[in-house]
């Protein structure tokens, strides 16, 4: 990050030649004749202007740069306009017919051969906000020395920062949670690494893995899963330039680094590159996902600052909105890697529920939800239609707690995420 006269002087340079009269560059000493300047109760629209391109220009910036620089960067594709569905488009390769000299062949020349074409759809699923607030006093308390300047400015750029990138990595997380929940992606079994001989095996599997994806091959992608054997099937392979691991940090602590990228005849610190350690996928049966980087398509729609200022606070709101597309591609080989098959729910059944408002406001009631199959893996979400009625706290995919609020009634709503939904009536009585 730039230091606080680079930053101020910055914000300067590309104000208007008006404050640019007024406002004298900044020097490693003027810090003071600058504030006395900007806080001038007959200068406050020199104040909104340095506001508006400290953090519109600046902000904007820093917040751009930290988010494509992180981790999951490889796995954006780029920007769309809004309002613009992706059409993702893969040709099967041609087949071969045998060779032919006669009539019959030669009546063939004019005829038409249409390529094996499949297409996917991806639509807009993420509208972010974050806001952030600039305080009259909070800036003015900035202005005290330099290196007070750079660490406020910096405290509002990782505020934002911190914000759009926790989502964005837990988006992308539950694209392959989602995929393995709902069956939507091949699944390899395998024993949790608890052992030396689970470790090596682990690493076996994914050699063995990462081998075969490099040649055509219709078993690594998901294509028949996601439509249902409906449209064949589409051979696809994978450069080893692009095959990329994530894994679970307590699996990537387990195996030996060394190890694994000889497995992948890679050195230590190109191994590295492809290799993405998160925290956890949402579920401990997922231990990681070996893929194409196509498998997870990635798209911002929307990234944005807008401001609004508060005289009645004397402060100005600053929003980040971060519109993107999360979706994971049929065409592009993935593994995931997995202690458990997948077991998509088909049916999820609570029972209607009465609660009593004078003994389980404070302890709330425990509710169970059957799923079938039993132990399925889709994730569950659970909405009180009227929260000023009841509250829902989810325990476990089984299990949650309802708290009554007033006396009324209102609907308790299941949803899996592959689209099972169920919903149930909630009593509350006095």
Not at 167 to 174: A, H, V
Not at 177 to 206: H, M, Q, T
Not at 260 to 270: C, G, K, Q, S, V
Request: net charge negative; aromatic share 10%.
């Amino acid at each position: 990050m730039a230091n606080g006269v680079s930053i101020f002087n910055y914000v300067r340079q590309n104000s208007s030649a008006g404050f640019q009269d007024v406002v004298p560059t900044a020097t490693s000493e003027n810090i003071a004749t600058l504030a006395n300047i900007l806080f001038d109760q007959s200068y406050t629209p020199m104040l909104n202007e340095f506001v508006s391109n400290l953090i519109n220009r600046i902000g904007f910036t820093m917040v751009h740069n930290k988010v494509f620089n992180n981790p999951l960067a490889m796995f954006k594709k780029g920007a769309v306009p809004l309002g613009t569905d992706i059409q993702d488009i893969f040709t099967n390769p041609a087949q071969a017919e045998d060779y032919e000299f006669s009539d019959t062949a030669m009546a063939k020349l004019l005829t038409i051969t249409d390529p094996d074409t499949h297409v996917a759809y991806y639509r807009r699923n993420r509208k972010d906000l974050y806001t952030v607030t600039v305080s009259r006093e909070g800036l003015q308390g900035a202005f005290v020395s330099w290196d007070k300047f750079e660490q406020y400015i910096s405290s509002l750029v990782n505020s934002l920062y911190n914000g759009d990138y926790i989502d964005e990595f837990r988006y992308t997380k539950q694209l392959i949670r989602g995929a393995y929940d709902n069956n939507k992606a091949i699944v390899e079994v395998v024993s949790a690494p608890d052992s030396e001989a689970d470790d090596k095996a682990l690493v076996k599997k994914l050699r063995e893995i990462y081998t075969k994806m490099k040649f055509p091959s219709t078993s690594y992608n998901a294509y028949s899963k996601m439509t249902g054997g409906s449209s064949g099937a589409v051979t696809t392979w994978t450069d080893e330039s692009r095959i990329v691991l994530l894994l679970k940090a307590d699996v990537a602590a387990e195996i030996d680094v060394e190890v694994l990228a000889a497995a992948f005849n890679m050195d230590r610190a190109n191994f590295l590159g492809r290799l993405i350690v998160v925290d956890d996928f949402g579920d401990d049966k997922v231990l990681g996902c070996l893929c194409d980087e196509a498998f997870l398509q990635i798209y911002n729609n929307q990234f944005r600052f807008d401001e609004f200022y508060n005289a009645r606070t004397m402060s100005w709101n600053f929003y980040l909105h971060a519109w993107d597309t999360f979706a994971i591609s049929p065409f592009a080989n993935a593994v995931i890697i997995a202690t458990a098959a997948s077991a998509p729910v088909t049916d999820i059944s609570i029972s209607d529920v009465t609660l009593d408002l004078s003994d389980e406001a404070s302890t709330g009631k425990a509710v169970t939800v059957t799923l079938t199959p039993e132990g399925a893996t889709s994730d569950i979400d659970f909405i009180s239609s009227d929260t000023s009625v009841f509250t829902v706290t989810k325990v476990s995919n089984t299990s949650i707690k309802l708290y009554p609020k007033k006396v009324g009634t209102g609907v308790l709503t299941a949803v899996a995420d592959n689209g099972e939904t169920t919903e149930a009536d909630v009593t509350v009585q006095a």
